[in-house]
């Protein structure tokens, strides 16, 4: 008795050891395995044996459906992301310093998965923190990524992930050079460059013409004394009815006004304004005297009948507005 009793006082640190040495394996064999292929592809075994209690290491799991029977444009969107970050810090923790292991579970392949976690919809993004070890928590509940604002770059995951495991190594996400962007962006610019090279000399007359700057100039001014800004700001509508079964093109007040309305003031100031530059500018260059004075009749009379119209949408903006010209009231 005394013999059998210390035969097994003797064997108790190797039995300690046997005990701890089945997960310590289980982590070895899942990282060899990650080193080859990441992330891992479960099934609802494999899954199991992963997540299971007594773990010393994380585990960060996607729960996804990517058949296109399932019609999860997230999950398929999601995936490349997926797949980039699990292989960005697999190859940058090759001796497994992080104790995190990377895993993907299809609905295909893990029907009995999602009906014992009640999961309706996907994808699903759970990581399991270690029940045991220098980095055990109280709480083995899985923590759960909430994908409302869409599918995540594999950075904020990476963020996400790091923050929950303190004291670990956190390998970088490494994008891959997207060789296509670079070629594209260089023929773009060297194709821009060749094009200015050869038409430089037809441009660069265009360029310095003052015609050219005046009216890019004088459009510009239209634009935003007419009240094209405010439209953006305020989306202002088109026009509106008059609540008699027309159409109202000016809205009353200085702070209302129609899209419409804007257009047509607009154009009654490009019309009073190249008027004016007709008389200042063209009108005195006319040779013949009748011609002259016939032409200073008509803008002037242009100029007449537009400012009068200017000053009737004017009493509509403020009612109370005492002055008019014919032939608008």
Same mark, same amino acid.
């Given at each position: 008795?005394?013999?059998?009793?210390?035969?097994?006082?003797?064997?108790?640190?190797? #039995?300690?050891?046997? #005990?701890?040495?089945?997960?310590?394996?289980?982590?070895?064999?899942?990282?060899?395995?990650?080193?080859?292929? $990441?992330?891992?592809?479960?099934?609802?075994?494999?899954?199991?044996?992963? *997540?299971?209690?007594?773990?010393?290491?994380?585990?960060?799991? !996607?729960?996804?459906?990517?058949?296109?029977? +399932?019609?999860?444009?997230?999950?398929?969107?999601?995936?490349?992301?997926?797949?980039? @970050?699990?292989?960005?810090? *697999?190859?940058?923790?090759?001796?497994?310093? /992080?104790?995190?292991?990377?895993?993907?579970?299809?609905?295909?392949?893990?029907?009995?998965?999602?009906?014992?976690?009640?999961?309706?919809?996907?994808?699903?993004?759970?990581?399991?923190?270690?029940?045991?070890?220098?980095?055990? =928590?109280?709480?083995?509940?899985?923590?759960?990524?909430?994908?409302?604002?869409?599918?995540?770059?594999?950075?904020?995951?990476?963020?996400?992930?790091?923050?929950? @495991?303190?004291?670990?190594?956190?390998?970088? =996400?490494?994008?891959?050079?997207?060789?296509?962007?670079?070629? #594209?962006?260089? $023929?773009? !610019? !060297?194709?821009? =460059?060749?094009?200015?090279?050869?038409?430089?000399?037809?441009?660069?007359? =265009?360029?310095?013409?003052?015609?050219?700057?005046?009216?890019?100039?004088?459009?510009?001014?239209?634009?935003?004394? /007419?009240?094209?800004?405010?439209?953006?700001?305020?989306?202002?509508?088109?026009?509106?009815?008059?609540?008699?079964?027309?159409? /109202?093109?000016?809205?009353?007040?200085?702070?209302?006004?129609?899209?419409?309305?804007?257009?047509?003031?607009? #154009?009654?100031?490009?019309?009073?304004?190249?008027?004016?530059?007709?008389?200042?500018?063209?009108?005195?260059?006319?040779?013949?005297?009748? $011609?002259?004075?016939?032409?200073?009749?008509?803008?002037?009379?242009?100029?007449?009948?537009?400012?009068?119209?200017?000053?009737?949408?004017?009493?509509?903006?403020?009612?109370?507005?005492? +002055?008019?010209?014919?032939?608008?009231?």
């Amino acid at each position: 008795m005394h013999f059998l009793k210390g035969l097994v006082v003797s064997l108790l640190p190797f #039995a300690a050891l046997a #005990a701890k040495k089945p997960a310590a394996d289980k982590f070895q064999q899942f990282h060899t395995k990650a080193l080859s292929s $990441t992330p891992l592809k479960l099934d609802d075994t494999s899954y199991g044996q992963l *997540t299971s209690g007594g773990r010393d290491y994380s585990v960060a799991v !996607l729960l996804t459906a990517l058949e296109n029977r +399932f019609g999860c444009q997230l999950c398929r969107e999601f995936q490349p992301e997926w797949d980039l @970050l699990s292989k960005s810090w *697999t190859k940058g923790d090759k001796k497994g310093e /992080s104790r995190l292991i990377y895993g993907t579970l299809d609905f295909s392949e893990g029907k009995g998965t999602f009906q014992s976690l009640g999961l309706q919809t996907a994808p699903v993004l759970l990581l399991f923190p270690p029940t045991q070890g220098p980095h055990a =928590v109280s709480d083995s509940a899985p923590l759960r990524y909430d994908f409302t604002s869409g599918a995540p770059p594999a950075e904020q995951i990476h963020a996400w992930i790091s923050r929950h @495991l303190p004291d670990r190594p956190h390998p970088e =996400v490494h994008r891959p050079v997207n060789w296509m962007r670079i070629i #594209a962006v260089t $023929t773009t !610019l !060297l194709g821009t =460059v060749t094009f200015i090279s050869v038409a430089w000399p037809y441009l660069l007359p =265009v360029i310095q013409n003052r015609n050219v700057w005046a009216a890019i100039s004088l459009i510009a001014i239209l634009l935003f004394t /007419s009240g094209h800004m405010f439209n953006h700001i305020r989306k202002v509508p088109y026009v509106a009815g008059d609540g008699r079964g027309g159409v /109202s093109y000016f809205a009353g007040g200085f702070s209302n006004q129609f899209g419409l309305e804007t257009q047509i003031v607009a #154009a009654m100031y490009g019309l009073l304004s190249f008027a004016t530059i007709s008389l200042a500018l063209k009108v005195p260059r006319i040779v013949d005297p009748r $011609t002259q004075q016939v032409a200073v009749l008509i803008w002037g009379g242009v100029i007449f009948v537009m400012y009068s119209f200017l000053l009737s949408v004017f009493r509509i903006k403020n009612g109370g507005y005492p +002055f008019w010209l014919p032939p608008f009231s």
